[in-house]
């Protein structure tokens, strides 16, 4: 196997301390609304019908001035390893953990929004040197998309799906993995649907909790448990998606609270986290505060919140931004959890994943299952991957 070339370079993020300073102090300073005037307080996920509760909001804030501890994030960063290079003009992040493993397979985790690397930290080391030996093991390799956490910032129009696809193949051949896996969720399975039907010749097989269909399928044939994942996708996208639409149409001027409030930065993705995660009444049922805020500071020190929403417009005004003839021919392994927000019946699925090798639902999770359920993640991507890779090319 080849080496990385020269044109990669390791790359060591350290925020002065007086960004975290000024960080703690917004915080210290924000001005609050009322609270919401949704009836009742009880437990439950009409406590979150208005948006962000005010109450879990004070929690949060509190914690991230007080308690929450930035330095040890970017020392699990600096652990993993991190690179960046310039492909197609623009400076691209990543993570790197090359397996001590001689049958070790490349295999790129591509996040999505409000998502970031952060994603991805707790299972990198697992992948790449499992402690069971019979388990596959991977080279893995964690982007940051364009306009997001230490990647550049695309100064003019043009980075959508198709180009970042692109920089994720010129990025493998650059650290010498000429071909390759490729697993993602939300915009990262987009990415990765374009990977495997752009670029069969690079890409061995995918792994995708995000799986599309081409439009205007009809209902006819499908369960009744396959007519409900339909009917809820269209419900999220006519009435839950009015971030998406704002972004996709007026990044810019969400863009200005994202990048100078702190609290409205975290209101913004914290909204995401509680109704996107297999929980009842709060997102912290299953994820752990500070790995939520790993996340948002990561987007609010690297000022991307303006940034990392124009993905939104740039590939087709929202994350349905697949060409509508794109079909993947690579062999697919597709997972979809249970809360989600978008749930593809496996009919419709086939329509554009023409070799599913491996389709599962599991019982528990929703739209951040490495986070959410990081074992059965692990797991559940070592095996998909497995399938794809047995699979006759």
Not at 118 to 143: I, K, R, T, W
Not at 288 to 293: A, E, F, I, N, T
Not at 341 to 370: D, L, M, N
Request: aromatic share 10%; charged share 25%.
């Amino acid at each position: 196997m080849s080496r990385p070339t020269g044109d990669v370079h390791a790359f060591a993020s350290h925020v002065a301390e007086a960004e975290l300073d000024d960080l703690r102090a917004r915080l210290a300073a924000a001005r609050l609304p009322e609270a919401e005037t949704v009836r009742g307080s009880a437990p439950g996920a009409r406590r979150w019908e208005q948006g962000v509760p005010l109450a879990d909001l004070v929690d949060v804030v509190h914690h991230w001035r007080t308690g929450y501890d930035w330095r040890s994030f970017e020392e699990r960063l600096h652990r993993i390893g991190q690179f960046r290079t310039v492909i197609d003009g623009l400076g691209i992040h990543f993570l790197h953990r090359r397996s001590k493993r001689a049958d070790a397979t490349p295999v790129i985790l591509t996040h999505g929004w409000p998502g970031s690397v952060a994603e991805f930290v707790d299972v990198v080391d697992e992948l790449a040197e499992p402690e069971d030996p019979a388990a596959p093991a991977f080279h893995v390799v964690v982007p940051s998309l364009p306009g997001f956490g230490y990647s550049d910032r695309p100064d003019a129009t043009g980075w959508g799906v198709e180009r970042i696809a692109a920089a994720w193949v010129e990025l493998m051949g650059r650290l010498g993995y000429p071909t390759f896996t490729a697993h993602g969720g939300d915009w990262g399975g987009v990415i990765t649907t374009v990977l495997g039907s752009r670029f069969p010749e690079h890409v061995l097989g995918i792994h995708s909790t995000l799986a599309q269909a081409p439009p205007g399928l009809t209902t006819d044939g499908l369960t009744a448990a396959e007519r409900r994942w339909a009917e809820e996708t269209r419900d999220f996208w006519s009435h839950r998606a009015a971030y998406a639409k704002q972004q996709a149409t007026r990044p810019q001027t969400i863009g200005y609270s994202l990048v100078d409030s702190p609290v409205g930065l975290l209101a913004w993705m914290l909204d995401k986290f509680a109704e996107w995660t297999d929980t009842e009444d709060s997102p912290f049922e299953t994820l752990s505060r500070d790995r939520v805020l790993d996340d948002v500071t990561l987007y609010w020190l690297t000022r991307t919140g303006a940034s990392a929403a124009r993905i939104y417009g740039e590939s087709h005004g929202g994350i349905n931004a697949l060409d509508p003839g794109l079909r993947v021919d690579v062999p697919t392994a597709i997972t979809v959890y249970p809360r989600d927000i978008e749930k593809c019946p496996r009919p419709w699925a086939q329509e554009r994943y023409r070799r599913i090798v491996r389709w599962r639902t599991p019982e528990a999770g929703g739209h951040f299952p490495s986070l959410e359920v990081p074992g059965y993640f692990v797991e559940d991507l070592r095996e998909g991957l497995a399938a794809v890779l047995a699979a006759p090319r």
